[in-house]
């Protein structure tokens, strides 16, 4: 049974930084790739970036979070990361990551993902 899990969210000032973990189980290491997506209060879902299988070579990040999020994966841990720095308030949302059977990720669209984790709140705030 495949299970995501999140964590590393938290409440921090502007500018500052925080780095989410998404584990997961049930999946042979580093044969699936990982999305990272985000919901704030009466917003729809958004993709904020993916990370393809294997060595991780091919990510993709949306426009706002350009230059100041990061996605990497330990596969020997089966653990994807999400660092984000320089946070501003409009960052403030609960961050869910996602698991795909496809070994490659064009970009962070929700119907490509087959499995969720239950997500973890960011908040921004001085």
């Known amino acids: 049974q495949v299970q995501l899990v999140e964590s590393g969210g938290g409440l921090v000032q502007p500018g500052g930084s925080l780095r989410l973990s998404c584990s997961v189980f049930g999946f042979r290491r580093g044969d699936y790739s990982i999305g990272w997506f985000r919901q704030a209060p009466g917003k729809d879902l958004e993709g904020v970036g993916c990370i393809s299988s294997s060595d991780g070579s091919t990510q993709y990040y949306t426009d706002s979070v350009k230059g100041r999020f990061t996605i990497s994966r330990d596969n020997a841990k089966n653990t994807v990361y999400l660092q984000m720095n320089s946070l501003k308030p409009e960052d403030i949302a609960v961050y869910r990551c996602?698991?795909?059977?496809?070994?490659?990720?064009?970009?962070?669209?929700?119907?490509?993902?087959?499995?969720w984790g239950q997500g973890t709140q960011v908040s921004v705030s001085s």
């Open positions: 996602a698991a795909s059977r496809s070994a490659y990720c064009s970009g962070p669209v929700p119907v490509e993902f087959d499995y």
